[in-house]
């Protein structure tokens, strides 16, 4: 029995790879987790045309999405995201500012950011906080989060 199988990747997988990349993993792993969760297929040699394809799909999707992370930190880069909250008598913010609110405030602007990708300190009173977006793995907008009491 094999101690190794190759295998080429359909998704990305942190630990492993991205899309279309040849891995070798232990065979348990492959034939009880990667291939039915549809994360990968067994490697053969006619599969090479496969692979092929899948990275040339994933280099003009990475060339068109750098694009678009362009054109979005032209547009937020330097910014002020304005966002009202309820707040108690002594200034301090019922509850806080979630990265949800943010990247909502954001979407509201024409970018759309995914939450998990904004990087803020917590938000318990009002005033301006340094934020950033991680739009590409290579492109970082900075921006300011204004908070105002209601």
Known sequence: MPRETKVILRKTITTLGRP????????????????????????????A???????RARRAKEIASREDAVA?????EGSTIELSAKVSDSGKLFGGVSVEKIAAAI?????????????????????????????HPEIEAKFTVNVVAE
């Open 20 to 47: 279309g990349d040849v891995v070798t993993v232990k065979p348990g792993y492959a034939r009880n987790y990667l291939i039915p969760q549809g994360f990968a297929f067994e490697w053969t040699e006619k599969a």
């Open 49 to 55: 045309t496969q692979i092929e394809q899948m990275q």
């Open 72 to 76: 979005a930190k032209a547009q937020l």
């Open 107 to 135: 979407a509201a602007k024409g970018v759309a950011v995914d939450a998990k990708l904004l990087t803020i300190a917590p938000i318990k009173t009002t005033g301006a906080f340094p934020a950033s977006a991680q739009l």
